[in-house]
């Protein structure tokens, strides 16, 4: 299974990978994009992780 992970300190909170998979990325409080579930059915995270501005998602 993949290990999906957000890089805090490169974060900037923009919200573009909780839009595309609520399921697994929700900006919190802190203005940072917490991993809430490392799988998703419907969505290649990836993708997501290769839409990110600032390359901040990691799936290994
Ligand atoms: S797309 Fe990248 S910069 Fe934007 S909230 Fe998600 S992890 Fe953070």
Redesign the pocket.
């Known amino acids: 299974m993949s290990k999906v992970t957000?890089?805090a300190a490169?974060?900037?909170?923009?919200?573009?990978?909780?839009q595309?998979c609520p399921e697994v990325?929700q900006?919190q409080g802190d203005g940072?994009?917490h991993v809430k579930s490392q799988v998703c059915p419907e969505h290649n995270l990836k993708e997501?992780?290769d839409?990110?501005?600032?390359?901040?998602?990691h799936v290994s």
């Open positions: 957000v890089d490169t974060c900037v909170g923009c919200g573009l990978c909780e595309a990325f900006v940072i994009a997501i992780a839409q990110c501005p600032v390359t901040a998602i």
